[in-house]
């Protein structure tokens, strides 16, 4: 399994309304992932006491045209275990 560097994900609550001059600043900034459901998900949980979490597939690029927006891991079962991986779980 490879293993790229961490990047930030920005989150924003209302989808299309960023400005491409944002979308570029942000990208120079190292966020790599704009989302809109998270931030909602975990604040929940953490209201609720309760554990959350996210794995996010990469589905295309604002920025760029030399980035391959294809999924990586490429398949769902992968990216679980990458995560489960990732957050120390045995199986």
């Known amino acids: 399994m490879s293993r790229r560097s961490p990047r930030s994900t920005w989150t924003v609550p209302t989808p299309y ?6 979308v570029e600043q942000l990208a120079v900034d190292g966020v790599a992932v704009v989302e809109c459901e ?8 953490e209201a609720l006491g309760v554990h959350a979490g996210a794995c ?11 980035h391959d927006p294809s999924l990586t891991p490429a398949d769902p079962q992968t990216m679980l275990e990458s995560a489960l991986d990732a957050l ?3 199986r």
Do not use: F, I, K, P
């Not at 309304?17 to 944002?22: D, G, I, K, V």
């Not at 996010?56 to 030399?66: I, K, Q």
């Open 88 to 90: 120390g779980v045995t």
């Open 56 to 66: 996010l597939s990469v589905m295309s690029s604002l920025v760029g045209h030399d």
């Open 17 to 22: 309304r960023s400005t491409a001059r944002e």
């Open 38 to 45: 998270v931030a909602s998900l975990l604040a929940l949980a």
